[in-house]
């Protein structure tokens, strides 16, 4: 079984910054694309950033410029480090990994990390 586990949530203040993490249990992490979504209360979830297993991103307009998803294949961990942040990047954040063989794909999510911008 597949698991994802985020880490680095937290308070910070406006302007502050975090760096979530995600490990994947398994060895799939280096055919993956990976992704961190959010969800602020009362919100659906959105996406904030992916990257594909060969290191191509791709943002939200709202953090363009804030927050960097990055990847180490050798860890099977996902990164996202949130620079100057806001209080409306309040949220749960989780991470996703997205497998693709051929036409089957596969989908797994964390179970998310709490991050809370205010003063």
């Known amino acids: 079984q597949v698991q994802l586990v985020e880490s680095g949530g937290g308070l910070v203040q406006p302007g502050g910054s975090l760096r979530l993490s995600c490990v994947v249990s398994r060895s799939i992490f280096s055919r993956s694309a990976m992704g961190w979504y959010r969800q602020a209360p009362g919100k659906e979830r959105e996406l904030v950033a992916t990257?594909?297993?060969?290191?191509?991103?791709n943002y939200t307009d709202s953090v363009k410029g804030r927050f960097t998803i990055s990847r180490v294949n050798v860890e099977n961990t996902a990164y996202l480090q949130m620079n100057s942040l806001l209080p409306e990047d309040t949220a749960v954040y989780y991470c996703n990994a997205d497998q693709r063989l051929g036409s089957r794909r596969w989908i797994y999510w964390g179970q998310g990390t709490q991050v809370t911008v205010s003063s």
């Open positions: 990257i594909t297993s060969d290191g191509n991103t």
